[in-house]
Each structure stands twice: as C-alpha cells, then as structure tokens.
Nanobody
C-alpha cells in the first residue's frame, strides 16, 4: 500500500512561483513512477508531469518550460516546481502513482493564481 500526501499549494499572483511536494509512504518509492495531475473547476483531471524511477520526465505542453518535476528518493518525495504561473494554472493538484495495478492518489492541494 502507498499513501501520498501533498503540500505546498496556495494563492499566488500571475508570474509567481510555487513548489508542491508529495510525500509517499513505503519502501518502494525509488522504483515507482510518480505523476502530478490537476483538475480545474468544471474540467477533467489532466496530467501535468510524470517522472520515472530513473529520472526521465515528461510534461504536458501547457506547462513545458515553466514547471519542473523532480524526486528525492532518500526522502520519498516528489516535487513540482511551478514558475511563471498563469491564472489558467488554477486547479487542485494531485500526485499519483500505481503499484501492482492499483492506483494511489493524494488528497490534493489547491493552487490559485490571481491575475
């Protein structure tokens, strides 16, 4: 079983930055793919970024060049550094992983970007 706890959300002005953290329980963190997703009001949840166990990353086109996903396996934590934030980045951000075919989600953290 994997438990995920996000933190770091908040209110920021357009052009500002935030760093989200997702702490994972368990001893398997270093071998699992971690992802950040977001869901804006009235919209479907969408992938923001993923990072594989080896460190390879992939990003949604809408955040490329502005967001950076990283991981610290010693701390069982994945991060999402968000720069040059835009009002359209406003959403609840979730981290996610899968293990043995089971999906695990965090509780989400709200990010609000004011114009």
């Amino acid at each position: 079983q994997v438990q995920l706890v996000e933190s770091g959300g908040g209110l920021v002005q357009a052009g500002g930055s935030l760093r989200l953290s997702c702490a994972a329980s368990g001893s398997i963190f270093s071998i699992i793919t971690m992802g950040w997703y977001r869901q804006a009001p009235g919209k479907q949840r969408e992938l923001v970024a993923i990072i594989l166990s080896g460190g390879s990353t992939n990003y949604a086109d809408s955040v490329k060049g502005r967001f950076t996903i990283s991981r610290d396996n010693a701390k069982n934590t994945v991060y999402l550094q968000m720069n040059s934030l835009k009002p359209e980045d406003t959403a609840v951000y979730y981290c996610r992983t899968t293990w043995h075919g089971i999906e695990y989600w965090g509780q989400g953290t709200q990010v609000t970007v004011s114009s």
